[in-house]
């Protein structure tokens, strides 16, 4: 039971565009949302993250939208740079529970 | 220094050998975590611990064995290595603060059972 999906396998968008990678969820209970980036031959690093009582969090380029009623969140890149292209993968928790549940990640690709 | 290490970076075993995977850190965090990744199926959790004596299995456990020798160590081993244990794995840590859900990933060892 895949609790956090990420439907697009890949994007592929030109520097300068905004990027925009997406994420549904299933279970009500997650009150907590993280975006992770990963370059090859790394470990994943922490993006951003959302708790459940706000529907937007931002960080210079890197905005968060959740919308809790679709069980969806998503990322926004804006303006996207070469260097961002990297898996991104979502993942949600319940607070406290310290285990988080990841989707299966977006390959991002931005073109200069 | 990295605050999460992993040893070895990579290896290569055969079928049913016994191998350890290592992880330090010195985030001085009281919570750490093992996830294996595989293609199109994200990172998935073994197993985790929230203090020196306390181990929790995850989702895929089977197959695995941890052991937390301090706070800063945390050790996966397979038993008996089988090809489809074929994958990255990724030791992670949490808990500076109450209520930080964030964790923080090592550089990953990539394996490969034969």
């Known amino acids: 039971d895949q609790q956090v999906k990420q439907n697009s396998p890949s994007l592929s968008v030109q520097e300068g565009r905004i990027s925009i990678l997406n994420c549904d969820y299933t279970?009500?209970?997650?009150?907590?949302f993280l975006w992770y980036k990963k370059y090859p031959a790394e470990g994943p690093t922490f993006l951003i993250s959302i708790s459940s009582i706000k529907d937007k969090n931002e960080d210079g380029r890197f905005t968060v939208f959740l919308n809790k009623s679709a069980k969806h969140l998503s990322l926004h890149i804006v303006p996207s740079q070469p260097g961002d292209s990297a898996v991104y993968f979502c993942a949600a928790t319940i607070t406290s529970g310290s285990r988080l549940t990841f989707g299966e990640g977006t390959q991002l690709t931005v073109n200069p | 220094d990295a605050d999460v290490t992993q040893t070895p970076r990579n290896r290569i075993t055969k079928t049913g050998k016994r191998i350890m995977l290592e992880c330090s850190q010195t985030k001085g965090h009281d919570r750490m975590y093992w996830y294996r990744q595989d293609p199109g199926l994200g990172l998935r959790l073994i197993y985790y611990s929230f203090d020196v004596k306390d181990i929790n299995k995850g989702e895929i456990s089977d197959g695995y064995s941890v052991s937390r020798q301090a706070q800063a160590k945390f050790s996966l081993s397979l038993e008996s290595a089988i090809p489809n244990q074929t994958a990255l794995y990724f030791c992670a840590t949490s808990g500076g603060v109450a209520f930080e859900e964030t964790q923080y990933f090592g550089p990953g060892t990539r394996l490969l059972v034969l």
């Open positions: 279970n009500s209970m997650f009150d907590y």
